[in-house]
């Protein structure tokens, strides 16, 4: 059985900003697949080319080399105008859903968005309808619709990002930190969210995350990306407990237990509380 | 014995209508040498409590305290603020890049203050401020004198921030890891825990992560809408937390061992000022009885160990 999803090779760069015409590259030959209805969490910390390689998959920035498939089709070479079929089927749910909403837009008005622009057929009651739907399954009170999104506590808004990405009936879902810029006790609510409306859906989903704990309650199967490059791909009881790269037990090793004892002897252990640091290599 | 920080019934406000209340009535000390974390979310009011103690308030928010530092009021006086902050307050950001003037080398701006701070002559502040980087950690000193912030990582602005506190007696942290990654948190966290060792510092740190409390906090208050709920030493309160929102926010954290559904607390935090009749956590809480919602419960107990609930969760601190 072929896969949903696969990504082989895939390369992204940049321009440098030094503007000398050389090119920085954030993915360096990413190659996963991923089935149908799989979550699969991505790993690494900022700068590593996760929020890179999740936005090729969208179509949302080219490829230097490599491809993507989608349902065995290739995605990657489909010109930005001719993506809009495929828009339907892959969305996005942002990091940040302050910034992510119009500000002078509604809720209601935000959130049906993408089938104005990608369901053009469908009449305003039909569409109505549809967010009201969909408000309610991502557990938003229906007076919440007519609100702004600064009237919106930051977890209202991301449930708002969701019920955004999931109104066109996508099969796959790329989530990028969905849950980093929110309160702890709110980020459970958006993770369980999303882990309910995943398997109530049948959706497939990358979950994009630095926080190595929240991608352990979600997937079952871990990408771990280090300087552009996917070091690690296995089960996650696997990658959390039996680590094969050495990057990722460095990436274990300093995730802080909650307990006093263990996280001293975390930061203790820090070779650095002793030595001097080395000054990182400077990009040109 | 005297706190070297003594904060009684703080009240923050900033102007506007209806004037949002950020912080409420908060008392706590720190002890010479001691590390208190002040935990809570976004709202609590830990931010502007730290930046009412260091006189750094945005224009628009006023402070009634006291707060007395070393028994001198420093509260409402910008400068004995000031020169408090100069005599033995040091204070780190969630972001070194506002403790460090962007368009001046490093090296500039540690002379400066050594020769501030030490009342030296230059050649000598080139020396203190070599043996600066090197308390902080920071290899090839000589060559990062020269360079300029932006040219140094997250992680080597925080060191470089730290170290333009000369030789605080109380280091004040906002949440100074929360932008940086994990790897480079736990340098910074240790770095912290080696100074307060090595320069007799106490520490009063605000935080949202309670990992960084179990690392680095011999005592922890927790606030919620305004106020410090618990109050208690980290080892205590981490394991045996008292108020029904320090246990919420103790099983919300998402931990490596844990699979399927994160626990959650229902609801959200009222927006600062919007506070109500009664316990501020009763509409979320899984306890609340029906006078939770009229009688606001006070902090009661010890500095050692302090619950401001009507139903706490009880038993003996000592396991």
Same mark, same amino acid.
């Given at each position: 059985?072929?896969?949903?999803?696969?990504?082989?090779?895939?390369?992204?760069?940049?321009?440098?900003?030094?503007?000398?015409?050389?090119?920085?590259?954030?993915?360096?030959?990413?190659?996963?697949?991923?089935?149908?209805?799989?979550?699969?969490?991505?790993?690494?910390?900022?700068?590593?080319?996760?929020?890179?390689?999740?936005?090729?998959?969208?179509?949302?920035?080219?490829?230097?080399?490599?491809?993507?498939?989608?349902?065995?089709?290739?995605?990657?070479?489909?010109?930005?105008?001719?993506?809009?079929?495929?828009?339907?089927?892959?969305?996005?749910?942002?990091?940040?859903?302050?910034?992510?909403?119009?500000?002078?837009?509604?809720?209601?008005?935000?959130?049906?968005?993408?089938?104005?622009?990608?369901?053009?057929?469908?009449?305003?009651?039909?569409?109505?309808?549809?967010?009201?739907?969909?408000?309610?399954?991502?557990?938003?009170?229906?007076?919440?619709?007519?609100?702004?999104?600064?009237?919106?506590?930051?977890?209202?808004?991301?449930?708002?990002?969701?019920?955004?990405?999931?109104?066109?009936?996508?099969?796959?879902?790329?989530?990028?930190?969905?849950?980093?810029?929110?309160?702890?006790?709110?980020?459970?609510?958006?993770?369980?969210?999303?882990?309910?409306?995943?398997?109530?859906?049948?959706?497939?989903?990358?979950?994009?995350?630095?926080?190595?704990?929240?991608?352990?309650?979600?997937?079952?199967?871990?990408?771990?990306?280090?300087?552009?490059?996917?070091?690690?791909?296995?089960?996650?009881?696997?990658?959390?407990?039996?680590?094969?790269?050495?990057?990722?037990?460095?990436?274990?090793?300093?995730?802080?237990?909650?307990?006093?004892?263990?996280?001293?002897?975390?930061?203790?252990?820090?070779?650095?509380?002793?030595?001097?640091?080395?000054?990182?290599?400077?990009?040109? | 014995?005297?706190?070297?920080?003594?904060?009684?019934?703080?009240?923050?406000?900033?102007?506007?209508?209806?004037?949002?209340?950020?912080?409420?009535?908060?008392?706590?000390?720190?002890?010479?040498?001691?590390?208190?974390?002040?935990?809570?979310?976004?709202?609590?009011?830990?931010?502007?409590?730290?930046?009412?103690?260091?006189?750094?308030?945005?224009?628009?928010?006023?402070?009634?305290?006291?707060?007395?530092?070393?028994?001198?009021?420093?509260?409402?006086?910008?400068?004995?603020?000031?020169?408090?902050?100069?005599?033995?307050?040091?204070?780190?950001?969630?972001?070194?890049?506002?403790?460090?003037?962007?368009?001046?080398?490093?090296?500039?701006?540690?002379?400066?203050?050594?020769?501030?701070?030490?009342?030296?002559?230059?050649?000598?502040?080139?020396?203190?401020?070599?043996?600066?980087?090197?308390?902080?950690?920071?290899?090839?000193?000589?060559?990062?004198?020269?360079?300029?912030?932006?040219?140094?990582?997250?992680?080597?602005?925080?060191?470089?921030?730290?170290?333009?506190?000369?030789?605080?007696?109380?280091?004040?942290?906002?949440?100074?890891?929360?932008?940086?990654?994990?790897?480079?948190?736990?340098?910074?966290?240790?770095?912290?825990?080696?100074?307060?060792?090595?320069?007799?510092?106490?520490?009063?740190?605000?935080?949202?992560?309670?990992?960084?409390?179990?690392?680095?906090?011999?005592?922890?208050?927790?606030?919620?809408?305004?106020?410090?709920?618990?109050?208690?030493?980290?080892?205590?309160?981490?394991?045996?937390?008292?108020?029904?929102?320090?246990? &919420?926010?103790?099983?919300?954290?998402?931990?490596?061992?844990?699979? &399927?559904?994160?626990?959650?607390?229902?609801?959200?935090?009222?927006?600062?000022?919007?506070?109500?009749?009664?316990?501020?956590?009763?509409?979320?809480?899984?306890?609340?009885?029906?006078?939770?919602?009229?009688?606001?419960?006070?902090?009661?107990?010890?500095?050692?160990?302090?619950?401001?609930?009507?139903?706490?969760?009880?038993?003996?601190?000592?396991?």
């Amino acid at each position: 059985m072929s896969a949903m999803l696969e990504v082989r090779n895939a390369t992204v760069t940049f321009p440098r900003p030094a503007a000398d015409g050389g090119r920085l590259t954030a993915v360096g030959g990413a190659t996963f697949a991923l089935q149908a209805g799989e979550i699969l969490g991505l790993v690494g910390e900022s700068g590593c080319g996760k929020s890179s390689l999740g936005r090729a998959i969208l179509g949302l920035v080219p490829l230097a080399a490599g491809e993507i498939r989608w349902r065995g089709r290739r995605i990657d070479t489909v010109p930005r105008e001719a993506f809009r079929p495929l828009r339907r089927e892959l969305q996005l749910v942002f990091q940040d859903p302050a910034a992510s909403f119009d500000p002078r837009m509604t809720i209601a008005e935000s959130v049906a968005e993408p089938l104005r622009a990608l369901v053009p057929q469908l009449s305003a009651p039909d569409r109505a309808a549809r967010v009201e739907a969909i408000l309610g399954e991502v557990g938003l009170a229906v007076e919440l619709a007519a609100r702004y999104p600064h009237q919106l506590s930051g977890g209202q808004l991301q449930r708002a990002g969701i019920a955004r990405a999931l109104i066109v009936d996508p099969a796959f879902l790329v989530c990028d930190e969905p849950v980093s810029a929110l309160d702890v006790s709110v980020q459970g609510q958006i993770v369980n969210l999303l882990a309910r409306i995943r398997r109530e859906r049948g959706l497939a989903c990358l979950f994009i995350s630095h926080n190595l704990a929240v991608v352990a309650h979600l997937a079952e199967r871990i990408l771990v990306m280090h300087r552009g490059r996917i070091i690690e791909d296995g089960l996650r009881d696997e990658i959390l407990q039996a680590p094969r790269h050495p990057y990722t037990r460095t990436l274990l090793d300093s995730v802080l237990a909650v307990e006093p004892v263990a996280a001293r002897r975390l930061i203790a252990a820090r070779p650095s509380s002793r030595d001097a640091v080395a000054a990182p290599e400077l990009t040109p | 014995m005297s706190a070297l920080l003594e904060v009684r019934d703080l009240t923050v406000d900033f102007a506007g209508r209806p004037a949002p209340r950020a912080v409420d009535g908060v008392a706590l000390s720190v002890a010479a040498r001691e590390r208190l974390a002040i935990v809570g979310e976004s709202g609590s009011g830990k931010s502007q409590l730290l930046l009412a103690c260091t006189g750094l308030l945005a224009a628009n928010g006023s402070a009634r305290g006291p707060v007395r530092f070393e028994g001198r009021e420093i509260l409402g006086n910008a400068r004995s603020a000031a020169a408090a902050r100069g005599r033995g307050i040091g204070f780190v950001f969630q972001d070194a890049s506002g403790s460090l003037t962007p368009h001046r080398r490093i090296g500039d701006q540690l002379v400066e203050v050594a020769m501030a701070s030490a009342g030296t002559g230059r050649r000598a502040a080139v020396d203190a401020a070599v043996e600066m980087l090197g308390r902080v950690r920071l290899a090839e000193p000589a060559s990062l004198m020269a360079r300029y912030p932006h040219e140094l990582s997250g992680g080597m602005r925080q060191r470089v921030a730290i170290a333009l506190m000369a030789r605080p007696r109380i280091l004040f942290a906002d949440d100074p890891t929360t932008a940086l990654d994990v790897t480079v948190q736990a340098d910074i966290l240790a770095l912290l825990a080696q100074l307060c060792e090595d320069l007799g510092m106490a520490l009063l740190i605000v935080t949202h992560d309670l990992g960084i409390v179990a690392a680095l906090a011999d005592r922890v208050a927790v606030m919620y809408a305004g106020r410090v709920v618990e109050v208690g030493m980290a080892a205590a309160l981490l394991s045996r937390p008292r108020h029904p929102y320090t246990a &919420g926010l103790l099983a919300a954290v998402p931990r490596l061992g844990g699979r &399927g559904e994160l626990a959650t607390i229902p609801g959200a935090p009222p927006a600062p000022g919007e506070w109500f009749r009664g316990c501020r956590f009763a509409p979320r809480c899984p306890h609340r009885a029906e006078h939770c919602g009229v009688d606001d419960p006070v902090l009661a107990g010890p500095a050692a160990r302090g619950v401001a609930c009507h139903f706490p969760h009880t038993g003996s601190d000592t396991a």
